[in-house]
């Protein structure tokens, strides 16, 4: 926070300074002949540490920001970034990234004319940060007009060249689609094919979505992170603050968007700190940041279940359960601990489980019912019993099946000889 006032105190003299600097115009030219209006696009650099880049392809303006080693954003360390395992996005890109030093990887962020996408949005400043010696460093890459697209994709191009590894949120079905977009309309090859993307959104839903009713990045950096903005600007609002600066050329309107920018991209570096950290070591995860709710644990273990690890699931399922879930969380747990404990041949845990879903009023009793007696005609053939829990099923929830099977039980029952008589 300390830092934040800083900063704002310092633009305020920036501001100040660039006011009395062309507040008048020199003794016998007019206000209007001594500047026209659009040169003011040039004086951003007045208002921020950077500078403009020439390239062969024109100039656009380039800041950077360095997050020291002994800074803290909110729950993490930025010192502990650089200290981050090389095969800690091994699980969560599904192998696509077994090895890779954190100081190649490089996050991305950009800042548009739109959300809609497509030919006519432009990225107007990309922020890309890094993990070093010295601690995160932010890069910024800005475009003054349209006509700078070109010189801000080349320079980007070439300071991606040292990363292999290329993080966003949300990337993969926002960012880097439009951006390839934009340099294709430049006529200028992406650097995209060389690397490797891990989009920490798919992660961060999996073990939040059940939890917390957004996952948007900033809620994230809330309610994970334990950080709060303080007078950020609305990312729906910095389309309209950038077509107004492209009107004005009042560059102090950029500011608040800069600021936007990097912090979402510090976020991102460190909820990479936590998400992944779990998927590595499900049980475990980052020392001091182990899932202390039940949700999370489910969200985590359903991915398990995908990935063919039924054991490891089943645990963090019963975990989950003892930690304490809201009804219908913990009634669809319930019924996957029992299918789980099914498919790893635990028949006699999963008859548990079933029967205690049987046993009250839930979403999951009619197919609890329905299992109770398929168990009894086919395992225990006591079909007196199956039609009872056939029954109970049919009156939860009728259907064909449900009939056919009572049917089929009723005249197994009339049969001489059969176990009609319930244990």
């Avoid at 954003?73 to 800690?88: C, K, M, N, Q, T």
């Avoid at 990225?123 to 910024?140: E, N, P």
């Avoid at 309209?240 to 009042?250: D, S, V």
């Amino acid at each position: 926070m300390e830092d934040i006032q800083e900063q704002l105190a310092a633009l305020r003299k920036r501001i100040a300074g660039i006011d009395r600097k062309y507040a008048a115009p020199p003794e016998g030219r007019t206000a209007a002949a001594a500047r026209p209006v659009s040169s003011a696009a040039r004086f951003i650099q007045d208002l921020m540490s950077g500078e403009v880049v020439h390239t062969a392809h024109g100039e656009h303006f380039e800041t950077e920001k360095l997050w020291e080693r002994h800074r803290r954003h909110g729950s993490v360390d930025i010192s502990d970034l650089a200290e981050l395992p090389d095969d800690l996005l091994d699980p969560l890109s599904a192998g696509a990234i077994p090895r890779a030093h954190p100081r190649k990887w490089a996050f991305l962020d950009t800042e548009t004319t739109g959300l809609a996408g497509g030919t006519g949005t432009y990225a107007f400043l990309i922020g890309v940060g890094s993990i070093d010696a010295s601690g995160f460093r932010l890069r910024q890459f800005f475009m003054r007009d349209y006509g700078e697209e070109a010189s801000l994709l080349s320079r980007l191009t070439e300071y991606l060249k040292p990363f292999d590894v290329l993080i966003t949120y949300n990337g993969k079905a926002y960012d880097q689609p439009l951006l390839e977009t934009r340099f294709r309309m430049v006529r200028a090859r992406h650097p995209f094919d060389r690397m490797e993307h891990l989009d920490l959104l798919f992660g961060a839903r999996r073990l939040w979505k059940l939890r917390l009713e957004s996952c948007r990045l900033v809620d994230l950096e809330n309610r994970i992170l334990g950080v709060e903005r303080q007078g950020d600007l609305p990312g729906e609002m910095i389309p309209y603050i950038y077509f107004e600066f492209l009107r004005t050329q009042q560059a102090f309107r950029l500011v608040p968007i800069f600021h936007h920018n990097a912090l979402d991209i510090l976020s991102l570096a460190c909820l990479t700190a936590i998400v992944p950290f779990h998927f590595r070591s499900p049980e475990g995860g980052m020392a001091g940041s182990a899932l202390r709710h039940g949700a999370d644990l489910i969200g985590l273990a359903r991915w398990l279940l995908q990935a063919e690890r039924p054991e490891e699931a089943l645990r963090l399922f019963r975990r989950a359960v003892e930690m304490g879930l809201p009804d219908p969380l913990l009634f669809r747990t319930l019924w996957d601990t029992a299918a789980t404990e099914k498919r790893l041949g635990h028949e006699d845990a999963a008859l548990a489980v079933i029967t205690e879903l049987a046993g009250s009023p839930n979403p999951y009793r009619a197919r609890a019912l329905e299992e109770l007696a398929k168990h009894y005609e086919h395992r225990e053939r006591n079909y007196a019993m199956a039609l009872e829990m056939t029954r109970g099923a049919l009156a939860i929830a009728d259907s064909p099946e449900i009939r056919r099977r009572e049917e089929r039980l009723r005249a197994r029952i009339a049969k001489p000889g059969s176990r009609s008589l319930a244990l």
